[in-house]
């Protein structure tokens, strides 16, 4: 059974950045793609990255386009989330995942098979 743990979080002012970390333990994730979500209060579940395991291929939701980069290193198990020119609409609680590799919709959670604990992301006016 894989575990994740994302680490990273805190407080900035908008405009600054963070990187989030998410690193797995008790398995290995190389050949899982690993996505990000995040959840704001009152909202549902958002589509934050996703990267496949050569990371040639890479997803972005279209509210962090530009903003934000996922990557990974599999030697390491970990996967990292760079937030960059951060907002405040970016608070949230921001969960990694871990999908088969080949599932094929990685904008949908409903797909992933692993999640860490979440980590909060503050962005202060």
């Known amino acids: 059974q894989v575990q994740l743990v994302e680490s990273g979080g805190g407080l900035v002012q908008a405009g600054g950045s963070l990187r989030l970390s998410c690193a797995a333990s008790r398995g290995t994730v190389s050949v899982y793609a690993m996505g990000w979500f995040r959840q704001a209060p009152g909202k549902e579940r958002e589509f934050v990255a996703a990267?496949?395991?050569?990371?040639?291929?890479?997803r972005y939701g279209d509210s962090v386009k530009g903003r934000f980069t996922i990557s990974r290193d599999n030697a390491k198990s970990t996967a990292y989330l760079q937030m960059n020119s951060l907002k405040p609409e970016d608070t949230a609680v921001y969960f990694c995942?871990?999908?088969?590799?080949?599932?094929?919709?990685?904008?949908?959670?409903?797909?992933?098979?692993?999640w860490g604990q979440g980590t909060q992301v503050t962005v202060s006016s």
């Open positions: 995942a871990a999908a088969p590799f080949y599932y094929s919709n990685l904008e949908e959670g409903s797909g992933f098979r692993y």
């Open positions: 990267i496949r395991w050569r990371s040639a291929d890479t």
